[in-house]
């Protein structure tokens, strides 16, 4: 069995990782949400937080240990191998579930593994020309009888277009 370790960070490290501190203060639930997701769970498994007094205190169970944030704690640190217990993770969910999960999304920030996908500039084809003919206004048709008044059209009559001696 592989030893245990530690978390990258300890609970009321935020000040190493300004921007989850930030994240998670001024909006928590966004925050878990994230954690959430970056772990494969579902997003929206950390609203049940939320959800979970106000129905645990109309059924009359007082409750209070977030069930999505203590269960995620466990999880990470399980499938991390992450030292500590469930006493501890309770106590953490329990007494300061913000820094908990601002702990947790400094832990899975860095082993998210980056996707960089890499792909080829496709290059469009120039633009189609197409050459088009004008339709001719009027045709003439060289059997046609000749013009009144005497005029002759040049084709018939091949001389007129000879000089004079």
Not at 141 to 165: E, K, Y
Request: net charge positive; with cysteine; charged share 10%.
């Amino acid at each position: 069995m592989a030893a245990l370790k530690n978390w990258k960070s300890s609970l009321f490290d935020c000040f190493e990782d300004v921007n989850t501190c930030c994240y998670g203060f001024w909006c928590c639930p966004c925050l878990a949400c994230t954690v959430s997701g970056r772990f494969g769970e579902n997003y929206c498994l950390p609203l049940c937080d939320i959800l979970t007094p106000s129905v645990c205190a109309a059924c009359g169970v007082p409750l209070f240990v977030p069930p999505a944030a203590l269960s995620m704690r466990a999880s990470i640190r399980n499938k991390r191998g992450i030292a500590g217990s469930l006493c501890k993770d309770i106590l953490a969910s329990c007494c300061c579930v913000w820094c908990s999960w601002c702990q947790m999304h400094r832990e899975l920030k860095e082993h998210t593994p980056v996707v960089v996908v890499m792909q080829q500039p496709v290059t469009l084809p120039g633009p189609t020309v197409v050459n088009v003919q004008a339709n001719p206004i009027m045709m003439l048709n060289p059997n046609a009888a000749p013009p009144p008044g005497g005029f002759q059209h040049a084709a018939q009559n091949p001389a007129w277009f000879q000089s004079r001696p």
